[in-house]
Nanobody
């Protein structure tokens, strides 16, 4: 059974850090590009960062560039999103998913088998 289990969210003050984890079962994570997306309350799901399957090239949206880092541990079949210098506008539910269709990295319809989502709240 293909499944992604997320962990690591929570409440943090502005300027703080969190690391999200996305652990896969039922498939080998590095066979797919993996994307992190987020959805703030009342808004649509937006892409945040991706890591390619082939050579591990990483991609970031401008609003997280320099603050977030995506990485992959093949031995643990897990992808991480390290989030530093968090801002209140980063508050959202964060999701990971494998890219199963050809297309642009930040189009949600290119992805399937989404993780369950994890809440990140940045507030003082």
């Amino acid at each position: 059974q293909v499944q992604l289990v997320q962990s690591g969210g929570g409440l943090v003050q502005p300027g703080g850090s969190l690391r999200l984890s996305c652990a896969a079962s039922g498939f080998t994570l590095d066979h797919y590009a993996i994307g992190w997306f987020r959805q703030a309350s009342g808004k649509g799901r937006e892409g945040v960062s991706c890591i390619s399957s082939s050579d591990g090239t990483t991609y970031y949206k401008d609003f997280v560039k320099g603050r977030f880092t995506i990485s992959r541990d093949n031995a643990k079949n897990t992808v991480y999103l390290q989030m530093n210098s968090l801002k209140p506008e980063d508050t959202a539910v964060y999701y990971c998913a494998p890219k199963v269709h050809s297309g642009t990295y930040y189009t949600t319809s290119m992805y399937d088998n989404w993780g369950q989502g994890t809440q990140v709240t940045v507030s003082s």
